[in-house]
């Protein structure tokens, strides 16, 4: 079993900054991408950032400049520096990971597993 688990999120005024993590637990074989992707309400969930294992980031152009994606490798986990937020950055925030594991069969198998979700409410 594999699970995803966030934290960091919370309440924050305009221009305050917040961190979020997300670490992987679990039978996990190998990791590749990671990421996050917000769903605010009435609207569909959204690719924020996303890092590769070799480290190559990208990012959707409304947080360019203001949010940094990394990951720590040996921890299974990424990370979410958010930086000049916005009342429009209000939402849940989603981690996802590209995990391979090894199955009952000793099978390696690739998934993507998400974690339940963490609001991030930007407001004075």
């Known amino acids: 079993q594999v699970q995803l688990v966030e934290s960091g999120g919370g309440l924050v005024q305009p221009g305050g900054s917040l961190r979020l993590s997300c670490e992987a637990s679990g039978k996990i074989f190998s990791v590749y991408d990671m990421g996050w992707y917000r769903q605010a309400l009435g609207k569909q969930r959204g690719l924020v950032a996303r890092?590769?294992?070799?480290?190559?980031?990208n990012y959707t152009d409304s947080v360019k400049g203001r949010f940094t994606i990394s990951r720590d490798n040996a921890k299974n986990t990424v990370y979410l520096q958010m930086t000049s937020l916005k009342p429009e950055d209000t939402a849940v925030y989603y981690c996802y990971a590209d995990i391979q594991v090894v199955t009952s069969t000793g099978a390696l198998k690739w998934f993507d597993y998400w974690g339940q979700g963490t609001q991030v409410t930007v407001s004075s």
């Open positions: 890092i590769s294992g070799g480290g190559r980031t």
